[in-house]
């Protein structure tokens, strides 16, 4: 090979390692718009867990500046941070396993009603199933005949 080829040679795989260079990083920032994404949507869930969605912008902006103003003080961190998994556990008791079958098909209104309450479609076994709360739950459901079914806390499928 003459040098001239050689040079050739190695610009092209110089190009094809650029190429898959910025391939890559392309990739890394859909990965990191998608997490931030995410983190984004859940800190929405939180405050609306917490009552929050009424609030108005300013107010909530506020309250979470308030909170960042007092991220330094370790005793109050730990102290939400304990607050906050309390709230998650008795969120978890109140919720029991249940599987809910229609004889025919339920309406939009219905299906996403039962989306809210956490639970999901099992194309597989065509049943609605999941953990809710299940007073809010037969509530919902009485008018339209659908049989729930309660599953004990520690019981498989």
Do not use: C
Not at 27 to 40: C, Y
């Amino acid at each position: 090979m003459t040098t001239t080829n050689i040079l050739e040679k190695r610009k092209k795989n110089l190009e094809q390692r650029k190429n898959r260079l910025k391939q890559l990083e392309v990739s890394l920032n859909a990965q990191g718009r998608k997490r931030r994404t995410r983190r984004l949507i859940e800190i929405g869930g939180l405050a609306a867990k917490a009552n929050l969605e009424d609030w108005n912008s300013n107010a909530l902006l506020g309250a979470f500046l308030s909170l960042k103003e007092k991220e330094s003080d370790k005793k109050q961190l730990e102290a939400w941070t304990h607050k906050g998994g309390v709230a998650f556990a008795s969120e978890k008791v109140l919720k029991a396993p249940v599987i809910v079958k229609f004889e025919t098909r339920p309406t939009d209104e219905i299906r996403a009603s039962l989306k809210s309450l956490g639970l999901k479609w099992n194309a597989l076994r065509q049943e609605w199933e999941g953990y809710t709360k299940i007073e809010e739950l037969k509530s919902l459901l009485a008018p339209h005949g659908a049989s729930i079914t309660e599953l004990d806390a520690g019981s498989e499928k």
